[in-house]
């Protein structure tokens, strides 16, 4: 397949130079450095895997696949891209926080694999328009779903504490009063609080010069 063709040579090409010279130079700054090394070079392997599924399937078959050259390519270069992938994906995860390289990863990783499985099995032909459109709406969709997981993974809230915008103590550390919904709702201190909102009333309207705080 010429397309695959000039597509596997472009990613060789573009791994070769974010390896040899953008990665000594960037990659402990820039994230988008390993992760797209990974990424390219991870589109390759699973097209490898693929091809020698229908290798194996062929070798049960009873065909003389071991005698083909392809055969061995494919099992060769699927062990070169593995041993990349994980190679730098381990230093992009000692580097960066896990978080944002995981959901990164997985786009720029399922969008070289969409792209190199459209170049070489040319299954978007056979689609109709509103499964394309369907398609690409579930990717988008996993794509946002990902980013929003790992966004707020670190963020505990319920529905018993999602009215209140701020816990208290942030409030107390910020300087401001505490609400009189945080007051009733601990029963223990609700006399103290509305003790206090009462005397800061107060205060304040003495500050004012009103007469109706005496």
């Known amino acids: 397949n010429t397309g695959f063709v000039v597509f596997a040579t472009l990613v060789v090409i573009v791994s070769l130079i974010l390896i040899v010279v953008v990665g000594p130079r960037h990659g402990q700054t820039n994230i988008l450095v390993y992760i797209t090394i990974c990424s390219v070079i991870g589109a390759l392997s699973v097209s490898c895997v693929k091809g020698l599924g229908i290798a194996i399937k062929e070798l049960f078959a009873g065909k003389p696949v071991l005698k083909r050259p392809l055969s061995w390519i494919l099992l060769l270069s699927l062990i070169v891209c593995v041993s990349t992938q994980i190679n730098y994906l381990n230093r992009a995860l000692d580097i960066f926080n896990t ?116």
């Not at 390289?101 to 099995?121: D, G, H, K, N």
């Not at 109709?128 to 369907?134: E, R």
């Not at 029963?187 to 009462?198: G, K, L, M, N, Y």
């Open 99 to 214: 978080s944002i390289v995981t959901p990164i990863y997985y786009v720029i990783f399922t969008t070289s694999v969409l792209t190199c499985s459209a170049i070489l099995f040319k299954e978007w032909q056979h689609m109709a328009a509103d499964d394309i459109i369907g398609t690409f709406s579930g990717f988008l969709t996993i794509i946002v779903g990902i980013f929003l997981l790992h966004a707020f993974k670190d963020v505990n809230f319920t529905l018993a504490n999602l009215p209140v915008s701020l816990r208290k103590d942030d409030r107390a550390a910020n300087g401001s009063l505490l609400s009189t919904y945080d007051c009733f709702n601990h029963d223990e201190e609700s006399s103290t609080c509305v003790s206090e909102i009462q005397s800061t009333e107060s205060l304040s309207a003495r500050r004012n010069g009103s007469l109706s705080a005496y």
